[in-house]
């Protein structure tokens, strides 16, 4: 007998083998884009992550982005990036513009991994 589990749609990691970020926190200078991004429109980034995790991006765009920090650890363990609570609000609290970035191309990452997978 087969048990099936349903898809979530929560990504899976995104390539990382090592447990640390696609980018650097202070990767802004190498994605000009997202660093764009993150100044015109920050809560595009908190949408896209969200609906990425399968969140909703609407709520995290429109009402939950003080949470942000939460956020970034619920990327951080779908990805199985290392670190812990603490450090996701200190980021946010010293360079929450870096961390969004950061956030952004770890997102783009595992789209790109979850694409080569189908």
């Known amino acids: 007998m087969k048990i099936e589990v349903p898809e979530t749609g929560v990504p ?10 696609e980018a650097g926190i202070c990767s802004c200078m190498t994605s ?5 991004k993150t100044v015109c429109c920050f809560c595009c980034i908190l949408q896209e992550v969200a ?3 399968g969140k909703s991006g ?3 765009c429109c009402c939950l982005w003080p949470f942000a920090p939460l956020l970034r650890g619920a990327l951080r363990r779908a990805h199985g990036i290392e670190g812990n609570c603490f450090f996701d609000c ?7 513009c870096c ?7 770890e997102r ?3 789209e790109i ?3 080569d997978e189908n």
């Open 12 to 21: 899976g990691p995104s390539g990382n083998t090592s447990g640390k970020w």
């Open 32 to 36: 000009p884009c997202s660093a764009c």
């Open 58 to 60: 609407c709520l995290w």
């Open 113 to 115: 991994v979850q694409n």
């Open 99 to 105: 961390a969004l970035v950061q956030m952004d191309q």
């Open 51 to 53: 609906n990425h995790l």
């Open 90 to 96: 200190l980021i946010f609290y010293f360079c929450g």
């Open 108 to 110: 783009q990452k595992g």
